[in-house]
């Protein structure tokens, strides 16, 4: 045997084994890859398909929110007229409130002016009944001094 043929047979006991071996492990790997890849082409499609439900819950809830803003804005019209209605509704009826309250108030000052004369009246009348009183009072005394006058 020649050294070559020794080298020869060398490489082939222990490099072909691990050759077979790498080959066999590089298979493995290419089975794994494919294996990955296929895993990955999936992924991608599902999230490619998640994209796309995502746009168009999107696009839904912009439409929501276009159509609830248009319902806020017409809500918001509509409030507004009844506040002014409901405003003018109370200040009207805060002016007959007033008016009445004035004219009570104007009809209450009328009675209160007409007692006060009462009273005044009343007092001059008071006041002129005494004096009469004590007029009579003294002539019946001046009467009486006048008949024993008389009868003395």
């Known amino acids: ?3 070559a043929e020794v080298i020869k047979k060398a490489i082939q ?3 072909v084994p691990q050759l077979e071996a790498l080959q066999g492990s590089v298979a493995e790997v290419r089975v794994a890859l494919d294996l990955t ?4 082409g999936d992924l991608q499609l599902q999230l490619t398909d998640l994209s796309r439900r995502i746009d ?3 696009k839904r809830i ?3 929110r ?10 918001r019209s509509e ?3 009844q506040i002014i209605g409901v405003r003018s509704e109370l200040t009207e009826r805060i002016e007959d409130v007033r008016r009445d309250f ?4 104007d009809r209450l000052s009328a009675r209160m002016d007409r007692l006060g004369e009462a009273i005044v009246r009343r007092d001059e009348y008071d006041r002129v009944l005494r004096h009469m009183e004590h007029r009579i009072t003294s002539m019946e005394g001046t009467i009486e001094d006048l008949k024993r006058r008389i009868a003395a």
């Open 66 to 75: 276009s159509e609830l803003t248009e319902q806020i804005i017409g809500v």
């Open 62 to 64: 912009d439409a929501v």
């Open 1 to 3: 045997m020649d050294v």
């Open 56 to 58: 168009e819950t999107n």
């Open 102 to 105: 004035i004219d009570r108030y």
């Open 13 to 15: 006991e222990w490099v």
């Open 37 to 40: 890849n296929q895993r990955m």
């Open 79 to 81: 409030l507004t007229e």
